[in-house]
């Protein structure tokens, strides 16, 4: 069994949907929760950093985190084709600026 | 944020040839920096953490002999693929964490090898 587990999709959308995108972990020893978006032949881009469990809102993202089931997701309102990407989930046990492990990331389409 | 470079963004060599990657920290001075690689469709799998000043440390799997990473300056960490197969073809991306331990890290734009 994986550490992470996360759907790789792909998940197609029309604009203006609301997304859900979701990780399950094992290792009850995470306690830094990212989520990155990678567009294609790039560098994954830092979206959403969290520590504790509850939401965290920023512009049209939401993080969600709920360690007791060892679950988070990530939520993206009013989606746009710009938000047409990979979603990876990152976690760490000792903080973000350390070892990470990610999810294989879940490939999104949002058309027009 | 936090700006990482790479250099060079792409690269192709034929088998048995030695291939250098460069990983800058643009805007902040980093002590550690890591090197992830990255399969099609696949997740980033991280290789080794850089140590400014000392050893590199390898994860589980990863030939250090083959992966020589240097890290001579707090804003360059090298990461030299030996002998290139094509098999080692792969995305090649490098991260810094600009500061304290609960912030993340800034990822490089990452460098395309394909080893011919």
């Known amino acids: 069994q994986k550490e992470v587990e996360q759907d790789p999709g792909p998940l197609s959308v029309p604009e203006g949907a609301i997304v859900s995108l979701n990780c399950t972990y094992s290792n009850s020893a995470f306690q830094y929760f990212m989520w990155y978006r990678q567009y294609s032949r790039k560098g994954p881009e830092l979206l959403m950093y969290t520590y504790s469990s509850g939401n965290k809102e920023d512009g049209r993202f939401t993080a969600q985190v709920d360690k007791s089931s060892k679950y988070i997701s990530l939520f993206i309102r009013d989606s746009q084709p710009s938000d047409s990407a990979t979603y990876l989930c990152?976690?760490?046990?000792?903080?973000?600026?350390?070892?990470?492990?990610f999810g294989t990331g879940t490939q999104l389409k949002v058309e027009l | 944020g936090a700006v990482v470079s790479q250099h060079p963004s792409w690269v192709i060599c034929k088998s048995g040839t030695s291939v250098k990657i460069e990983c800058r920290s643009l805007d902040f001075q980093a002590t550690t920096m890591f090197w992830y690689r990255q399969f099609p469709k696949q997740s980033l799998m991280l290789m080794a953490t850089s140590n400014e000043g000392s050893k590199a440390t390898y994860e589980q799997g990863v030939e250090k002999d083959k992966f020589l990473i240097n890290h001579a300056s707090l804003t360059l960490s090298t990461l030299t693929v030996t002998s290139a197969h094509p098999e080692d073809s792969s995305f090649y991306i490098c991260?810094?964490?600009?500061?304290?331990?609960?912030?993340?890290?800034?990822f490089g734009p990452g460098t395309r090898l394909l080893v011919l």
């Open positions: 990152a976690m760490s046990a000792t903080g973000g600026g350390n070892k990470l492990t």
């Open positions: 991260s810094a964490p600009p500061g304290t331990r609960e912030e993340t890290q800034y």
